[in-house]
């Protein structure tokens, strides 16, 4: 089993930063996908952003170039930067790994983004 929990989601205004954390435990495979992704009220849950083990990156458009995701292979970790927030990023963000047919989810963090 793999366990996932998250830190770092808050209240910011738009135009601030944030950025998210996600610690993994448990049996996790060397090869393995994190990444990070969002569900806003009334909304299906949707992707932001991924990171292979071999750091290959994968960005939804609609972050590019504001959100960073980076991990820490030793650490099992996966951080998410978020700069220049808007108010349609406010949702609950789920951390997530993926390792062989297996997905495992985080709790999920709140971020609200104030205009």
């Known amino acids: 089993q793999v366990q996932l929990v998250e830190s770092g989601g808050g209240l910011v205004q738009a135009g601030g930063s944030l950025r998210l954390s996600c610690a993994a435990s448990?049996?996790?495979?060397?090869?393995?996908?994190m990444g990070w992704y969002r569900q806003a009220p009334g909304k299906q849950r949707e992707l932001v952003a991924t990171i292979t083990s071999g750091i290959i990156r994968n960005y939804a458009d609609s972050v590019k170039g504001r959100f960073t995701i980076s991990r820490d292979n030793a650490k099992i970790t996966v951080s998410l930067q978020m700069n220049s927030l808007k108010s349609e990023d406010t949702a609950v963000y789920y951390c997530?790994?993926?390792?062989?047919?297996?997905?495992?989810w985080g709790q999920g963090t709140q971020v609200t983004v104030s205009s």
């Open positions: 448990g049996t996790i495979f060397s090869m393995n996908v």
């Open positions: 997530s790994l993926q390792q062989g047919i297996s997905t495992y």
